[in-house]
Nanobody
């Protein structure tokens, strides 16, 4: 059983910063990539940033230069440092562990966290 849990969401004012964390736990052998997605009311879920096991990253155009994704492979933990937050960043942020293999399920499987709410006031 793999569990993915986000933390760090909250209410902040525009221009402030917030740091999200995601921890994957279980009998994990490897995780190919980990990513942050977000979904605002009335909008479809979108990719915010993703990082591979090798450390390569990719960002949505809307967050480039403001957000930074990082991970600790040894601890299966991922972070999203969000600076210069804008009201349009308000959304539920989801963590996704991609291409996960475990001792009892050694083939690639994706797991989602339950989400953490980020609200940016103007």
């Amino acid at each position: 059983q793999v569990q993915v849990a986000e933390s760090g969401g909250g209410l902040v004012q525009a221009g402030e910063s917030l740091r999200l964390s995601c921890a994957a736990s279980g009998s994990i052998l490897s995780i190919n990539a980990m990513g942050w997605y977000r979904q605002a009311p009335g909008r479809q879920r979108e990719l915010v940033a993703v990082i591979s096991s090798g450390g390569s990253t990719n960002y949505a155009d809307s967050v480039k230069g403001r957000f930074t994704i990082s991970r600790d492979n040894a601890e299966n933990t991922m972070y999203l440092q969000m600076n210069s937050l804008k009201p349009e960043d308000t959304a539920v942020y989801y963590c996704k562990a991609e291409g996960v293999s475990t001792a009892f399920r050694p083939w690639d499987t994706d797991y989602w966290g339950k989400g953490t709410l980020v609200t940016v006031s103007s």
